[in-house]
């Protein structure tokens, strides 16, 4: 049996499926400015029409694709339409990754209310750049739309490519070659195998970043050189470029309800809350789950299909009889449980300072006087990342001894803890810091110590820092704000928190030169001495989000 005969087969056994279902294939949608692109329609057998659920999506409309991105529903009582986007799979135009769909999705949503078998409703669905398809016409579709359901996924993947000011040099290099290779014979198969292998291969060549792109694919790839090109404009807010690819101020606007779904080694994450945030601000009760997933896991499919299913049958056919009670549903790593909670974040959070102590200790007492720990930063061997969130490929924290043994990376370790601490919720670091160079980064990762020493990365981030980013005191001493990923973790008792403080994470962010050029051309590394405050005026700590 075929992979995707044995994904059909599940789709049967999920409550409800019980339809056979017929096929239209190639149907042509035209675009307001000529182009056509081309659908795919799945509808079951039975009295009609039932209510559609639109996937619009870049990576292919059928097979493996098709199953892992909405035909279930069709087995299920749904109407599914699947589009190609523009310059995708047959659908005419240039793929423009990011630059089309807004457009495009209305003049899509238009031609699906004028078509016979339209029943009056329907809902969109889809994980990464599929829910963002969805996100660029949720607030403009009208009221036919009447349900949303996104996974690991957000409105505005801006932020995600220049993580804390920086280049996410790794997600943004694969994720091109992916798709530029998707449409080759088992394009998408190798790709997902061989991407990053490519993109780290051509990062480990020390080139300059804007001719990293040839390395590993053998051709420029237009996507990650305006990611490249338009990196000040993004951090500035005011470029063009992102204008037209940031739908996360009409969030609030959105009238459908939205269910989300999201990993806690995901990479886009921290934006898919802000996205459940604004909802939240504007009066809306979106629901949220959050598993122990990454990307590319194959895990989070059946719960997302399970989870989507309710959330369409009670938006769309009135059946609540499948919702939870509580929208937030969050897996707690390390303690190895679902807990359910009324929002995010969770009610009765406090925010705890863990302080960084002399000696490499930390702990919720103030630092005592000390000197700051030091350490040398040499972009011409950037510090590297153990584990961390990926866009392909496995992020299973890992063991982070061998990077703890590095020169420029330093490690504060709490005492054993005598009770269970869980830490749900947003994770930060408020550093005290000075460094030789006015243009750096500092990179900040959370661990878990077990009692065999083991120290698995539970979340981390980073800020760029530039000249007039974050002032100076009179001795050069900026404090930084360091957002972290998001995490719901119970860190044991007979465990230890562990804290690292450096200034890489190559490559997974393109390494800081220390220059001010240009991203894509720099070529001059300059070495950063510094330095972290930990005394009592300067009291740098890790803030831990602790849930009784």
Not at 14 to 41: C, F, H, K, N, Q
Not at 234 to 251: I, N
Request: net charge neutral; aromatic share 10%; hydrophobic share 40%.
């Amino acid at each position: 049996m075929s992979l995707t005969d044995r994904l059909a087969t599940q789709a049967r056994r999920l409550p409800g499926g019980r339809y056979r279902i017929t096929s239209e294939r190639d149907i042509p949608v035209p675009m307001a400015d000529g182009t056509t692109l081309l659908a795919d329609r799945y509808a079951p057998v039975g009295p009609g029409p039932q209510p559609t659920i639109l996937v619009r999506t870049p990576y292919g409309r059928r097979g493996i694709p098709a199953m892992m991105n909405g035909l279930p529903f069709a087995y299920l009582g749904f109407q599914v339409l699947v589009q190609s986007v523009r310059g995708t799979f047959g659908s005419g135009g240039e793929f423009d990754p990011l630059g089309d769909e807004r457009e495009d999705g209305l003049d899509t949503v238009r031609w699906l209310k004028k078509q016979s078998w339209f029943g009056g409703s329907f809902g969109t669905y889809g994980p990464s750049y599929l829910g963002y398809t969805a996100w660029a016409v949720a607030a403009e579709a009208g009221p036919e739309l009447k349900a949303m359901a996104a996974q690991i996924t957000a409105s505005s993947f801006r932020d995600a490519a220049y993580v804390g000011g920086a280049f996410a040099l790794e997600a943004t290099l694969s994720w091109a070659d992916l798709t530029t290779r998707q449409e080759r014979p088992l394009g998408l198969v190798q790709g997902g195998l061989l991407s990053k292998r490519r993109a780290v291969r051509a990062a480990l060549s020390g080139r300059p970043l804007g001719e990293l792109d040839v390395l590993a694919n053998g051709a420029a790839m237009p996507f990650f050189q305006d990611l490249l090109a338009h990196h000040g404009s993004a951090l500035e807010s005011d470029g063009t470029y992102w204008q037209k690819r940031d739908f996360s101020a009409m969030v609030g606007d959105v009238g459908a309800p939205v269910t989300l779904l999201g990993g806690w080694y995901d990479v886009f994450l921290p934006w898919e809350l802000k996205d459940y945030l604004a909802l939240r601000a504007a009066g809306k009760r979106p629901y949220l789950t959050i598993g122990p997933w990454w990307h590319a896991d194959a895990r989070h499919f059946m719960v997302s299909t399970r989870e989507s299913l309710a959330w369409f049958r009670a938006h769309l056919m009135d059946d609540f009889r499948g919702l939870r009670a509580n929208p937030v549903r969050l897996y707690v790593t390390g303690a190895g449980e679902w807990r359910e909670f009324r929002d995010w974040p969770v009610p009765g959070t406090r925010t705890e300072r863990w302080h960084l102590q002399p000696g490499g200790g930390l702990g919720e007492r103030g630092p005592l006087a000390s000197e700051p720990g030091t350490y040398r930063y040499n972009p011409a061997d950037p510090t590297p990342a153990l584990g961390g969130p990926t866009l392909l490929g496995s992020s299973r924290p890992v063991d982070n001894r061998p990077l703890e043994a590095r020169d420029d990376v330093l490690v504060f370790t709490s005492q054993v803890l005598r009770a269970d601490l869980d830490a749900i919720g947003p994770v930060g670091a408020d550093l005290y810091v000075r460094s030789s160079r006015e243009h750096t980064d500092f990179v900040v990762r959370l661990c878990d110590v077990g009692p065999d020493g083991t120290s698995l990365n539970v979340c981390e981030g980073g800020l760029r820092l530039s000249p007039g980013t974050t002032p100076a005191d009179g001795d050069g001493v900026r404090r930084v704000l360091v957002d972290l990923w998001p995490t719901g973790h119970r860190f044991r008792r007979g465990h230890r928190i562990r804290v690292h403080v450096a200034s890489g994470a190559y490559p997974k962010v393109a390494r800081n030169p220390g220059t001010g050029e240009p991203l894509g051309t720099a070529t001059t590394m300059l070495v950063a001495d510094q330095e972290v405050f930990h005394d009592p005026d300067r009291p740098s700590a890790i803030l831990l989000p602790v849930v009784p």
